[in-house]
């Protein structure tokens, strides 16, 4: 039977004596997508994730990877996923290439089968030229790749990365968000993160978790329109002509709920919030154009997916700011 | 059945490459060869090796528990656990992967002592059938010190901890039950007192006794089942640990 669902969770928790790390989440993740878990630190991520991969059992509820059960079927789910652990621990004193045979025997990987994937996983991750090296000489970026070449070598359907970009430089993060970028499609990638723009980047769909509950999931375009404040968008202006007479003009629109000065000065820089949507855009533009005044910037202020998780992880920190 | 010969051969690997398993090879043969020099090796004496087996637990009750406290807790600490567990291979295969392993480098570690067996060739025709039993002893007991050390390395993150619980239980088995017992002795007033219970069980679980007679080149099936008993217990309960660990 063909699932539509690569990863499935269902009613997933985890206590530890009395705290509740993970608190009966359910999501999915479709095949072939790259779906992005969010959540700030201690929001029970990597406990998701460790359930998942079956280093634990779920205190109750289930969870079906590849169409296997974790708990029952454990070894069936170990041989389909591919793990990258969010310090990614290697053995420092082996080699490249001696530490992908060892991962590919404890898999039970053919000696023929082997040395295939891990040519073909270390063309992947540009580690061809580092195969003779000890582990303990690479740099934090090229132990990232070999710990994302080790979760490949078995060509897993289902790839779980816990914050892979983590420590990396700017130029690092961007090749590697393009090697995961380039993993969608052939593989499901559970891609766990607080990077927010990351997950824009390089994710079909988030799952955003907080103190062990799912707060939101969907695209991101959808959460970032679909917000819960979506008739408070803003738009910021900014016109050259006298502010006060600026302030009125605009504060006697349709639609627009309010209307607040950022700076002032020769050129005013003004904040509009309320329904604001294209209609709005050119009504502003017109009337400023109309009353002679010059128009330096006309920006739709909306949401974006930063606010968005500020406001859905800490409800109360969102209206102060 | 490969998985864990995978698993022993990086433990084995592993142990090379770091300086711990060169200065446990090295005080081994040091004390070894101390031991020889002193007990053995002297002019008019017979041509026996027999003392330098006897007394080669005293060393390695010292030098084990250093060859295997980061077995486990080295993996806890780095996060290696991680990859290591979620592999698809079973709880006992671990344990048995990282037993073979160490065992590989103890087999080189007593192995080492061959060189002073040649030596004594050189000066006198030495009985080779009680040196073939020593190797045997220190081989059964090897896998008993072993296990004990992976016992409390699988219990905690922390190495040295790990080293010293099993250095404890190791002088324990290895001198204190030696002598608590003939201490004990002058307590006893009847045959059946708790404290007789205390002391028998003592004297059974000292490491000496149990290696006269390999040393002597009998093979007594007793000595055979207590080291085999005791690896397979603590195999046991490692396998316990590692399993009640996912739970919390």
């Given amino acids: 039977m063909p699932e539509q669902y690569d990863i499935v969770a269902d009613k997933l928790t985890k206590s530890y004596g009395k705290f509740t790390a993970v608190d009966r989440i359910s999501f999915e993740v479709p095949r072939g997508s790259v779906v992005g878990f969010l959540g700030p630190n201690g929001a029970g991520k990597t406990t998701t994730i460790r359930m998942l991969t079956c280093f634990m059992p779920p205190t109750s509820g289930s969870a079906r990877v590849a169409g296997h059960d974790v708990f029952y079927e454990s070894m069936a789910v170990r041989q389909k996923i591919g793990y990258l652990p969010e310090s990614t621990p290697l053995y420092l004193e082996m080699r490249v290439g001696e530490y992908l045979t060892y991962r590919g025997k404890l898999r039970g990987m053919g000696r023929a089968d082997l040395k295939k994937a891990i040519g073909h996983v270390t063309d992947m991750c540009w580690l061809s030229d580092r195969l003779r090296w000890p582990i303990g000489k690479l740099s934090k970026g090229y132990r990232q790749r070999l710990g994302i070449a080790d979760a490949l070598l078995h060509n897993p359907p289902v790839l779980v990365l816990d914050e892979p970009t983590v420590g990396l430089d700017p130029s690092q993060i961007r090749e590697t968000r393009k090697l995961i970028g380039n993993l969608a499609g052939q593989h499901t990638v559970l891609l766990s993160t607080h990077i927010l723009s990351e997950v824009e980047l390089i994710c079909q769909r988030v799952v955003i978790i907080g103190r062990g509950k799912i707060l939101a999931q969907g695209t991101p375009d959808e959460l970032k329109s679909g917000s819960r404040t979506g008739d408070k968008a803003r738009l910021l202006v900014d016109v050259r002509g006298p502010t006060a007479q600026v302030k009125s003009a605009l504060a006697a629109l349709p639609g627009v709920q309010e209307i607040t000065v950022v700076s002032d000065g020769p050129v005013c820089s003004l904040q509009l919030t309320g329904r604001v949507d294209g209609a709005l855009r050119e009504q502003v533009a017109a009337l400023v154009l109309q009353r002679g005044w010059a128009l330096r910037e006309l920006r739709s202020g909306g949401m974006s997916l930063e606010e968005f998780f500020v406001q859905i992880i800490d409800p109360g920190a969102s209206s102060a700011a | ?248």
């Fill in chain 2, 1 to 248: 059945m490969s998985q864990i010969f995978t698993l022993a051969k990086r433990e084995l690997g592993g142990l090379f490459y770091s300086p711990i398993g060169y200065i446990v090879l090295a005080l081994y043969l040091l004390f070894v060869g101390l031991l020889f020099s002193l007990m053995v090796l002297r002019p008019g004496q017979i041509a026996d090796p027999g003392p330098m087996f006897l007394w080669n637990h005293l060393i390695l009750i010292f030098l084990v528990p250093f060859m295997t406290m980061a077995i486990f807790s080295e993996e806890y600490r780095s996060g290696r656990i991680e990859t290591l567990r979620t592999s698809p291979l079973g709880e006992m295969s671990i344990v048995l992967g990282k037993f073979l392993g160490a065992m590989g480098f103890y087999l080189g570690l007593i192995g080492s002592s061959l060189a002073f067996v040649i030596i004594l060739s050189f000066f006198g025709r030495p009985d080779y059938m009680p040196v073939l039993t020593s190797y045997l002893g220190l081989v059964l007991m090897g896998g008993l010190m072993v296990s004990i050390g992976l016992f409390f390395s699988a219990c905690t993150q922390h190495q040295v901890l790990a080293a010293m619980s099993s250095c404890i239980v190791l002088v324990a088995l290895g001198i204190l039950f030696q002598f608590i017992p003939q201490f004990l002795t002058a307590f006893i007033r009847h045959s059946w007192s708790w404290l007789a219970v205390v002391k028998h069980t003592m004297s059974y679980l000292a490491i000496e006794p149990h290696m006269v007679d390999f040393s002597r080149g009998i093979i007594a099936t007793q000595n055979v089942v207590f080291f085999l008993s005791g690896t397979l217990l603590f195999l046991f309960l490692t396998y316990v640990v590692l399993e009640t660990r996912k739970w919390r």
